[in-house]
């Protein structure tokens, strides 16, 4: 199985059927079922709301491969957006918001990649306890109540443009380049691929398995920090719920993009796509007017589904 | 409360070694029991007592049929949605029935298919436990909120409540479920062949296959159960608080999973008991109970909850010498 593994890595382009397939298939059927969805505004509209699930993707792309899991991510986004607001509205500056919310980011991660990798807590659970803990600290800061009154550089993030595109586009796609750059192009990612496929061969490379492990999760817990800023933005406030149950759209993106859960075999394209056809799946249902509860559901079928076909994969 | 997955010729010593883990949890319940006697005025009393009894009943029904599914190195993390689910296609059937015994066959019913769908899921497409029964989490949720539509349950038949808020000689009526699915879940994992099957299957996967365990068919059995208690834990939820509402069951899961931890069960299969998880629940109902009479912030339970889970697993794999 590890062998085959490693041959699918060189060639991931047998990946792109699947999840290029059922994004093309849903925008036909949404197009034909709805007249507003195949618009300039709408698709723009499905873009933008999915950079906050990019962000979440990319780095959650990377711990699956490792064999691992962030189900925390969801509540630490919460937690950090509240910091961003409580911080931009006590300083006024959107800056310190910012590096706060990214500190206590990279904090959540890196005592997740420390129970994962140094106690070794099995990471759905480590990351379960601490979802727990992200929860019951955003609504001990927010005291269950929203933070409002942002300054008007708060909503400037979401709503502003650079050079025509959105700033949360280009923030999203930024983040994209990024993470293609350390997965593909930088030995880091090589260790990354080993983590999941072949730990022993990282052994005798002399790698601190260890390390590696504590610097994804803190890479997760970054990311999640410079979300908290955009969810901040998106909504004008600080919501001690705001991000609730998002790390089931993340893990739903990666699955459906052709990442393993069991071979550590990734492909960061595949969560691309995955994020925009989560993104259009719940667009297309919001414009058929099915109520948010619908969406939730079909995004769990889409993962099932998703984890089906890679199980027959496997076996074949 | 022997281990019996492992060869008789260990079973001595294996024997002493659970039941040390089991005293050192009574010990904890004793101790925090003794310190919440000296900090409160209110902990001491027989309320407050029959009180923490009870949502520690609450608590073990959702956790027993989980200790089960841990006890073969899964999880179930679609337990708190089920209850949910349960909980309002059990309310909806006594309302429009006027029939509790229909409702509460309905409730166990809705429970034990959800989990045999994980059951499903975990056997027939190979998905692992964990993401498996994440993805039935979102689904049940999704068709909870749909089926409910934001609207709230009110006002169950008296009889029915009694299940929940009932007393019989002075103890509350899930006290006596509580006693009577303790005896059942023990003497089912420690006293019966299928029972000894689901330990050697998480002890070791392989080996209980290649000597002859039904793998496949135990697991479905044991993803079934766990979904048929979280199915009567939502009867007993309906009857306690007379009303159905979507998010019944949002705060139930990571302290099911805490309890389980908490009684030694091991996540990674083959090690723990049934009597523990009760421990394990008595104490985390002891530790939010004492929170709340010392009047400290609801909000601070999720994250005492988190805590708590992890420093269950890490306990448990400082103390226990692992045989695998």
Known sequence: ?316 | MTDISKPIASGRMLLSDEMIQVFYRLLAAFLICAALTILTNSFFSLGNILNVLRQASLLFFIASGLTLVVLTGGLDLSIGANVAISACVAGTVIHQTGSPTLGVLTGIGVGGAVGMLNGVMVTALRIPSFIATYGMLWVLHGITYWYMGGETMHGFPAGFRQIGSGYFLGLPIPVYLLLVFLAIGTIFAQRTTWGQEIYAIGANPVAARLSGIPVARRLLLVYTVSGAMAGLASIIFLARLNSAEADIGESLTLPAIAAVLIGGTSLFGGLGTVFGTFVGALILTLVLNGMNLLSVNASWQPLVTGVIVILAVWLDMKTRRRAA
């Open chain 1, 1 to 316: 199985m590890r062998e085959q593994a490693m041959v699918l890595n060189t060639n991931p382009l047998q990946r792109i059927p699947g999840v290029a397939v059922m994004l093309v298939l849903l925008c036909v059927v949404f197009s034909l079922m709805t007249p507003g969805f195949l618009t300039v505004p709408n698709i723009s509209n499905v873009l933008v709301q999915s950079t906050i699930l990019l962000m979440l993707a990319l780095p959650m792309t990377l711990i699956i491969m490792t064999e691992g899991l962030d189900l925390s991510m969801g509540a630490v986004l919460t937690l950090t957006s509240l910091i961003v607001a409580i911080v931009a509205l006590a300083t006024g500056s959107l800056l310190l918001g910012l590096l706060a919310a990214m500190a206590v980011g990279i904090l959540f991660g890196t005592v997740n990649g420390w129970l994962v990798a140094v106690v070794g807590i099995p990471p759905f659970v480590a990351t379960l306890g601490t979802l727990g803990m992200a929860q019951g600290l955003s609504l001990i800061v927010s005291d269950g109540q929203s933070v409002v009154g942002m300054p008007a550089a708060v909503r400037g993030v979401y709503s502003g443009t650079l050079g025509g595109v959105p700033l949360p586009i280009v923030l999203a796609l930024g983040s994209y380049l990024v993470f293609h750059g350390l997965l593909y192009h930088t030995r880091f990612g090589t260790y990354i691929f080993a983590l999941g496929g072949n730990r022993e061969a990282l052994k005798f490379a002399g790698i601190s398995a260890r390390r590696l492990l504590i610097l994804v999760y803190a890479l997760g817990g970054a990311m999640v920090g410079l979300a908290g800023l955009l969810m901040t933005a998106r909504m004008n406030s600080g919501h001690p719920t705001a991000g609730l149950g998002l790390e089931f759209d993340a893990i739903a993106a990666v699955a459906v993009g052709g990442t393993s859960f069991e071979r550590g075999n990734g492909w960061l394209l595949g969560t691309l796509l995955g994020v925009v056809t989560v993104g259009v799946l719940r667009n297309g249902l919001n414009l058929l007017a099915l109520p948010s509860s619908i969406q939730v559901a079909s995004v769990g079928l889409l993962v099932i589904a998703a984890l089906f076909v890679d199980g027959l994969r496997s076996r074949s």
